[in-house]
């Protein structure tokens, strides 16, 4: 399941499911965090990610790690911008911003491309335990 990809209809579905509380009466994208315009080869090899690094942050871009729900407008606006730069103009207050990161099951932003790997084992680290909480039965949760 930490594996899914955009596209995917499962993707949104595993996504509604890992981060409840969202109001659908608006509608909602699955967005990439790290978006996927920068990765293509030519901006990947410029960053310093080496050759044969490239196809794997390329699939990586496109997988349930780097995907999050977005309202549409606010993907719209969002665009291929850096996630720290966003998150910044979109959350001045350090405070706000990390409560939404930490929401997001966003631990860090690397404001370098060729840190992305570091973010994605992380992120999907934190992915997989949520997706384990979520699949056990109710029954084992409140023995625990």
């Known amino acids: 399941l930490?594996?899914?990809?955009?596209?995917?209809?499962?993707t949104f579905a595993l996504l509604t499911l890992?981060?409840?509380?969202?109001?659908?009466s608006r509608h909602f994208h699955v967005d990439h965090i790290y978006p996927k315009g920068l990765f293509t080869?030519?901006?990947?090899?410029?960053?310093?990610?080496?050759?044969?690094?490239?196809d794997e942050?390329?699939?990586?871009s496109?997988?349930?790690?780097?995907?999050?729900?977005l309202e549409g407008t606010i993907n719209n606006q969002k665009r291929q911008k850096m996630p720290h730069e966003w998150y910044a103009q979109q959350w001045p207050?350090?405070?706000?911003r990390q409560a939404h990161l930490q929401s997001q099951a966003i631990t860090s932003l690397p404001e370098q491309l060729n840190q992305f790997m570091d973010f994605y084992r992380e992120r999907q680290e934190t992915l997989?335990?949520?997706i384990r909480t979520a699949l056990?039965?109710?029954?084992?949760?409140e023995t625990e």
């Open 18 to 24: 890992l981060f409840p509380g969202f109001d659908f």
């Open 136 to 141: 056990q039965p109710a029954n084992s949760v």
């Open 62 to 69: 496109n997988k349930l790690p780097n995907l999050q729900l």
């Open 2 to 10: 930490a594996q899914l990809d955009y596209g995917n209809p499962r």
């Open 128 to 130: 997989l335990a949520r």
């Open 93 to 96: 207050d350090v405070n706000a």
């Open 41 to 54: 080869r030519n901006k990947l090899a410029k960053v310093g990610v080496p050759a044969e690094q490239l």
């Open 57 to 60: 942050l390329i699939e990586a």
